[in-house]
């Protein structure tokens, strides 16, 4: 007998659920990092990173599940900046916020999202989601005049460091080891991808995705394509399949080669010689 499992969804900030667990959060009790780490802190512990998740990736999904393990209990809050915000301070993106938040919320270690979240914090927002902790990867994070839009946190203590591994770096994920989680699975020494990564690839291999592309349908108005390159990749398509019809063929008539060959020696083993059958039989008469 199978049981069918629920689909949990993390809430928008604005939906019943996070307000009503918003509701009940004692604000007024501070957890101090002592606490959270030793595990005696007596409500959850609300923890807000952000990014901005385009591509979603396993980066993405690592960063993630640090935050939600820094300390035991903990209710990880992510925002996840606007379209407008991110091209205004990083640049354009290739999924549309919409997109970019739905796939945040699928995502298993997300309890709460937060919608076109600010690009820099303010004790306005902290207090206004109850947030005890900060986390982000330690490097000083510029934005303007900025050098460092996490500096206030981190005087204020509410600042936790997440690991970033990089394409030329493998880390053993050990910010929760003395919870009883372990990460010292061969699985989790990954040399994780970033979203340039990911774009830098399609880019490189530009011409095979168009290619791919046109052939399911794609308009050259869709890729953006002038006349010259959508002819170029539609007779490098064709000659492609020419080139693999033509592989099948030679693939086909070396088989049937090799069963020749079988066949005209097995037939000659077993079929007798007819000179070499007439001397034997002369050789049997009396």
Known sequence: MTSKRQMK???????????ETLK????????????????????LIRVYTDGIYDLFHPGHARQL???????PNVYL?????????????????VMDENERYEVVRHCRHVDEVVL??????????????????????????AAGSNDDIYAHIKTKGMFV????????????????????????????????????????RIVKDYDVYARRNLARGYSAEQLNLNLIDQTKYLVEDELEKVKEKLNGCLEYWKK????????????HLETPNPVES?????????
Not at 168 to 177: G, I
């Open 256 to 267: 049937k080669s090799k069963d020749f060959v079988g066949n005209f020696i097995t037939y």
């Open 116 to 141: 076109d979240a600010p690009w820099t914090l303010d004790d306005e927002f902290l207090n206004r989601h109850k947030i005890d902790f900060v986390a982000h990867d330690d490097a000083p994070y």
């Open 9 to 19: 969804l993390a809430p928008f900030t604005e939906d019943e659920q996070a307000l």
């Open 65 to 71: 599940m640090q935050a939600k393990y820094l300390f």
């Open 278 to 286: 007439k001397v034997a039989e002369e050789d049997t008469k009396p």
């Open 24 to 43: 009940f959060c004692d604000y007024s009790i501070k957890i101090s990092k002592e606490m959270a780490i030793s595990g005696t802190a007596p409500r």
């Open 77 to 93: 809050i992510v925002g996840v900046c606007s379209d407008k915000k991110t091209k205004e301070n990083k640049g354009r993106t």
């Open 161 to 200: 460091a997440t690991q970033r591994t990089g394409r030329f770096q493998s880390r053993r994920l050990s910010l929760v080891a003395n919870y009883g989680i372990n990460y010292s699975q061969p699985t989790l020494l990954l040399d994780i991808v970033s979203t340039s990564d990911i774009v830098a």
